[in-house]
Each structure stands twice: as structure tokens, then as C-alpha cells.
């Protein structure tokens, strides 16, 4: 039995007890008081699925060598972040999901401050649960993981809540790896589908520099709500044509530059109406509208309410 139990523990696991002078007990390491707070939990599901629970903060980074490495390169990634509750963070949950190609490393960075979820599915394993002939562009690039690619994909209520079930539900040690397995491949399951309803016809082979610029246009967008992007200025400033820019962003985000931040601006505009207080008024020109009918309307297209009535809720 005690064999067992140790074939459920991923070898990095065990590799950063051992830097923290710790051990893991039962899938689950404690950060000691002495190196930080928080805790990181792995477990192999069987050989097609493994899942690693990080929430914790370290004094100082660390580096581990990964003996993991899957030499077939056939495992896909679903990366969570900041779906912990009580994370201070005005960032929306997402997923990342991205092909082996991606993001196997020979050494794994272990930051000071992490708080994610990575679940690893391996691809044949996920292929042979579907038919064929139903499979969109998107999830058969995904699945065949013959390209470096990476989706970003939000994280709706339904997903939100199966997470939450994993990182806060209480359940006996005998069904813990069992219930665990299924909830890890439900969300892969609901994210997948997620995947299938995009539009794209055909996906293109991604590399670094362009994921790190794709991202670094994001966040400069997103950092001025209140202005809308002007394509031919964020092209420039990605040294991109505007069409590549356009492109690569849909594919990546499965929406258009504009879609994510009329979405993105809306969810600014919920949060600072609930949770700072402020005015319809304040909240609609703080956001860029000089026109407070069209921020009602289109508040309201997104969230099915008008400003007023949602703060009030």
C-alpha cells in the first residue's frame, strides 16, 4: 500500500519538500513557517492524467531540475489562475491551455508567489474520447499537438465552482484521488467545449516572441479602459501588420482585440459599481463613455442588467 500511495505523488513534488526540509503527506506539502506560507499538492491521477495545486507564498525563488519530462512530448497543459478565493487581485480567473511544445522546461521555476492550478492531460488519451469528425479546427489542432500553441480561455461561474469543490471540499481519503480525477476531467471536459465553439477555420504555430507580444498589447489595453484601442497604433507598437496583430490575438483570446476589451471594460465597470460604490455617472466616464445612455445600453447587453439596478442588487 505504501507503494501505491507513493506512485500518486508527483517526483517534483517530493524534490521541493526535500529543498524545504519538509516532507509530503498524503499528496500535500505545508510551505514550513521558516521558508514561507500556504501549501502545493500533486497527485498522478494513472498514467494520462496528473494534476498540481499551488497556493502559496515563498521568501525567496527557487529552481528544480524536472525529471517529469514526457519524452513522447504528448501532454497538453490546462493552467488556472486566480481562481483561489480571497486572491487580492483585480485579474480576471483564466485558463491557459497550451501544447507540450510550449511549456516543457528542464528546470521548473518555483516563485515566490504562486496560485494556480495545472492539470496535465495527455493528448492521445483525450483524442480518443471524442469522434473525429465533430472536432473544430481549434480543438483538432489541440489535440493532434503537432504545433506550439496556447489558448487563453475566461473562467465562467460553472468552472469557477468546480473549482471551487476541489480546493475547499472535505473528502474522505479513500475517494480523495477518485473525486479529485473527476473533477480534474470535468473541467477539461467543459473547457474543451468551450474550445470547440470557436470560429476560427484555420490556427496558426505560435512561438514565444509573439506570445510575450500578444500579451504585452493585452495589458497595455487594458491598462486604459477608459480609451478605446486604435488597431493601427497597437500594431506599431508590436511591430506587427495589423492583420497578424488581429489574427493572432482572436486565436489566442477567441475574441477580437475589441470584443475583449468591451468585455473586459464591463467587468471593470460591475466591479468598481459593487464593490467601490460609485455612481452610474462616475463609473461611465471613468470607463470613457460621454454618453451615459449607450454605457447603459451596452452595460446591459453584457450583464442583462441596467448600472443602476446591478448596484442595487
Known amino acids: 500500500m505504501a507503494k501505491d500511495r507513493q506512485e500518486t505523488e508527483p517526483d517534483v513534488l517530493k524534490r521541493l519538500a526535500h529543498l524545504l526540509g519538509t516532507e509530503v503527506k498524503n499528496n500535500r506539502l505545508e510551505i514550513p513557517d521558516t521558508a514561507g506560507s500556504g501549501y502545493c499538492a500533486g497527485f498522478i491521477f494513472n498514467e494520462h492524467i496528473r494534476m498540481m495545486v499551488m497556493h502559496y507564498e515563498l521568501k525567496e525563488d527557487m529552481v528544480i531540475e524536472n525529471k517529469e519530462l514526457c519524452p513522447s512530448g504528448r501532454m497538453i497543459l490546462f493552467k488556472f489562475r486566480n481562481i483561489f478565493p480571497k ?11 497550451a501544447t507540450n511544445s510550449l511549456y516543457t522546461e528542464a528546470v521548473i521555476p518555483i516563485h515566490t508567489h504562486t496560485a494556480t492550478i495545472n492539470i496535465e492531460v495527455d493528448a492521445d488519451y483525450l483524442s480518443s474520447l471524442f469522434d473525429s469528425p465533430g472536432k473544430s479546427p481549434v480543438l483538432q489542432s489541440l ?3 503537432m504545433q506550439p500553441l496556447l489558448f487563453e480561455q475566461m473562467i465562467n461561474p460553472t468552472l469557477q465552482n468546480i473549482v471551487h469543490e476541489m480546493v475547499t471540499g472535505s473528502v474522505n ?5 477518485f473525486f479529485l480525477r473527476i473533477k480534474a476531467e470535468e473541467l477539461v471536459c467543459r473547457l474543451l467545449m468551450e474550445l470547440e465553439k470557436r470560429e476560427e477555420k484555420q490556427v496558426y504555430p505560435l512561438n514565444s516572441y ?3 507580444t500578444i500579451y504585452h498589447i493585452k495589458e497595455q489595453m487594458l491598462a486604459h479602459p477608459g480609451i478605446p484601442p486604435v488597431i493601427n497604433e497597437l500594431a506599431a507598437s508590436a511591430n506587427m501588420s495589423p492583420s497578424k496583430l488581429k489574427r493572432l490575438f482572436k486565436q489566442i483570446f477567441g475574441k477580437s482585440l475589441f470584443s475583449y476589451y468591451q468585455e473586459f471594460r464591463m467587468k471593470e465597470a460591475a466591479r468598481l459599481l459593487k464593490e467601490e460604490k460609485l455612481s452610474v455617472t462616475d463609473v461611465g466616464y471613468q470607463l470613457g463613455f460621454t454618453n451615459l445612455s449607450h454605457f447603459t445600453r451596452v452595460f446591459e ?7 443602476k439596478k446591478y448596484s442595487l442588487r
Open 87 to 97: 486572491t487580492e487581485t483585480k485579474t480576471l480567473p483564466s485558463v491557459l491551455i
Open 143 to 145: 489535440l493532434q499537438n
Open 173 to 177: 481519503r479513500t475517494f480523495e484521488l
Open 210 to 212: 509573439d506570445i510575450q
Open 301 to 307: 447587453q453584457h450583464t442583462g442588467l441596467k448600472p
